[in-house]
């Protein structure tokens, strides 16, 4: 069985200080990791994806995640905030592999940015 | 190219009424998700469909709910007899064939069912 573990359900940061936002995963099989962002009352947008390639890997708007197995981590950081990155954001896990693709998600980080 | 479509976007129904709520998957996606969420919390999985087969129905409530994907047309959602407790945001998600594809999923942007 896969779970997700999302620490830390608010985190707040000024705008332009680095965002991290933590996520840890538990798997039986090499997982394949997501982060997604989801704006108020809107669906799911993918930031990035781990699917065994680099470690580290780079998203949209600048987020990036390094994917660490020996901490069943995949944390999401950048380096500057700004504004417009406030929202809910979502870790999710999958163990791939035909019937096998479903998401099985965190329960969420609600980034605030300070002006 | 035109992302994952839900309708509607915004549901009330009754207690008691029946909800169906509809997926179209983006163009050349054949297979679809449906997943939950409930106020304050994450999304949880329900369903997954490829055309005319379930393939994994493990996070569907046992009665009540039951889905579709049919040869022609879109994903149907459908929940009978509504209680308050499936109030929540429902999402459909799509992806293309996992033979080719690195598993990432398509969000729709979601039907918020309100029962009353």
């Known amino acids: 069985a896969q779970s997700v573990t999302q620490l830390g359900s608010h985190v707040s940061v000024s705008e332009g200080a680095l965002v991290l936002l933590r996520c840890n995963y538990s798997?039986?099989?090499?997982?394949?990791l997501f982060w997604y962002v989801q704006y108020p009352n809107q669906g799911l947008q993918l930031l990035l994806k781990?699917?065994?390639?680099?470690?580290l890997v780079k998203g949209i708007n600048g987020f990036e995640a390094e994917f660490k197995k020996s901490e069943t981590s995949f944390h999401l950081t950048k380096p500057s905030a700004h504004m417009s990155d406030a929202a809910e954001y979502f870790c999710?896990?999958?163990?791939?592999?035909?019937?096998?693709?479903?998401?099985?998600f965190g329960t969420g980080t609600r980034l605030t940015i300070i002006p | 190219n035109a992302g994952v479509m839900q309708n509607p976007r915004h549901l009330v129904r009754r207690r008691g009424q029946e909800a169906r709520l509809r997926c179209s998957p983006m163009?050349?996606?054949?297979?679809v998700y449906w997943y939950r969420q409930l106020p304050e919390e994450g999304l949880k999985f329900m369903v997954y469909?490829?055309?005319?087969?379930?393939?994994?129905e493990s996070g569907m409530p046992k009665e009540r709910f039951s889905a579709e994907f049919p040869k022609e047309g879109p994903s149907i959602l459908r929940i009978q007899q509504v209680v308050r407790g499936d109030s929540a945001a429902y999402f459909c998600?799509?992806?293309?064939?996992?033979?080719?594809?690195?598993?990432?999923?398509?969000f729709g942007p979601g039907t918020r069912l309100t029962v009353t």
């Open positions: 998600a799509s992806s293309p064939n996992p033979g080719r594809t690195s598993y990432e999923q398509y």
């Open positions: 798997s039986s099989v090499p997982p394949y």
């Open positions: 781990y699917t065994s390639a680099a470690t």
């Open positions: 999710a896990v999958s163990e791939g592999g035909f019937g096998n693709e479903k998401l099985t």
């Open positions: 163009k050349g996606h054949s297979h």
């Open positions: 469909l490829q055309k005319e087969n379930i393939i994994d």
